[in-house]
C-alpha cells in the first residue's frame, strides 16, 4: 500500500488528468470537475501502474475528496 503523501501526489495528478479530459470533450468547467472527483472516487490503486499493486491509502483518498467537495463549494 502506498503511503499517505505518495497517495494525495497520485490522485492530484490524477485529477488534474481528468479534468483536463472532460474539458476536451466538451463539458464546461463545472460539470467537468464533478466528472473528475467521481473518476478520482472509484481508483482505488495508481492509475499509473500497469498492474493493480500499488493500492492507494484509503484514508487520505476520502479525505481528499472531502478537501475536493469544500473547494468546489467554495467556488
Known amino acids: 500500500m502506498?503511503?499517505?503523501q505518495e497517495t494525495r501526489s497520485i490522485l492530484e495528478d490524477f485529477l488534474l488528468d481528468?479534468?483536463?479530459?472532460?474539458?476536451?470533450?466538451?463539458k464546461d468547467n463545472s460539470e467537468a470537475f464533478d466528472l473528475?472527483?467521481?473518476?478520482?472516487?472509484?481508483?482505488?490503486?495508481?492509475?499509473?501502474?500497469p498492474y493493480k499493486v500499488?493500492?492507494?491509502?484509503?484514508e487520505t483518498k476520502v479525505q481528499f475528496?472531502?478537501?475536493?467537495?469544500?473547494?468546489?463549494?467554495?467556488?
Open 18 to 26: 481528468c479534468l483536463k479530459f472532460w474539458l476536451r470533450e466538451g
Open 54 to 58: 500499488a493500492l492507494l491509502h484509503e
Open 2 to 4: 502506498l503511503n499517505a
Open 65 to 75: 475528496i472531502k478537501d475536493l467537495k469544500i473547494i468546489k463549494r467554495q467556488v
Open 36 to 49: 473528475a472527483v467521481r473518476d478520482v472516487a472509484c481508483v482505488t490503486n495508481d492509475p499509473n501502474e
